[in-house]
T-cell receptor, first 113, second 117 residues
Framework: AQSVTQLGSHVSVSEGALVLLRCNYS??????LFWYVQYPNQGLQLLLK??????LVKGINGFEAEFKKSETSFHLTKPSAHMSDAAEYFC???????????FGSGTQLTVLP | GAVVSQHPSRVICKSGTSVKIECRSL??????MFWYRQFPKQSLMLMAT?????????EQGVEKDKFLINHASLTLSTLTVTSAHPEDSSFYIC?????????????FGDGTRLSIL
């Protein structure tokens, strides 16, 4: 069975500071991993995805994530936070042919001026 | 990019009413759509997987007679909450995926806020 753990339900950073959102996964087969962002009262927008190609994945809005098999991690980073990055971020895993996504509990990112 | 349209965005209705939510893939054919429920400040919980032309697959604990799902075409899936009660109030989100390859990410609608009085 697949699962996702997001450490830290709330993360606060100053504008311009590094953003690091943590995600660890559990999967019995090589996983597909995703990061989504959700703004209030909206659906989820795909930031980036890992599908067994390059381990460092670049996404939209300056975000990137690195797949580390030895650590079963897929942490999301952005060098410099913007106020517009404030939102809820979800890590998700899909494995094999199931195609279903299992979501982490989410991390609320606050960007301080 | 891929766009998934969900309608309505917000519904307020009386207890006992049935509510239909539509999910459309606007620029691609979606053989599979997914329906999620999200409680305040919580993650998304998969309710059911909707396959075009066949019966939906419901997750454990989801009442299929309560949450009716129809996927009549490759671009439209509907979720009907039958005889809704206050405990059904929630944020419902659909998603759609192109084709059959698991690497295709799911694209999400903007959700429907359902409030039952």
């Amino acid at each position: 069975a697949q699962s996702v753990t997001q450490l830290g339900s709330h993360v606060s950073v100053s504008e311009g500071a590094l953003v690091l959102l943590r995600c660890n996964y559990s999967s019995s087969v090589p996983p597909y991993l995703f990061w989504y962002v959700q703004y209030p009262n909206q659906g989820l927008q795909l930031l980036l995805k890992y599908t067994s190609a390059a381990t460092l994945v670049k996404g939209i809005n300056g975000f990137e994530a690195e797949f580390k098999k030895s650590e079963t991690s897929f942490h999301l980073t952005k060098p410099s936070a913007h106020m517009s990055d404030a939102a809820e971020y979800f890590c998700a895993v899909s494995e094999g042919s199931a195609r279903q996504l299992t979501f982490g509990s989410g991390t609320q990112l606050t960007v301080l001026p | 990019g891929a766009v998934v349209s969900q309608h309505p965005s917000r519904v307020i209705c009386k207890s006992g009413t049935s509510v239909k939510i539509e999910c459309r893939s606007l620029d691609f054919q979606a053989t599979t759509m997914f329906w999620y429920r999200q409680f305040p400040k919580q993650s998304l919980m998969l309710m059911a997987t909707s396959n075009e032309g066949s019966k939906a697959t419901y997750e454990q604990g989801v009442e299929k007679d309560k949450f009716l799902i129809n996927h009549a075409s490759l671009t439209l899936s509907t979720l009907t909450v039958t005889s809704a009660h206050p405990e059904d109030s929630s944020f419902y989100i659909c998603s759609a995926s192109r084709g059959d390859r698991v690497v295709q990410p799911q694209h999400f609608g903007d959700g429907t806020r359902l409030s039952i009085l």
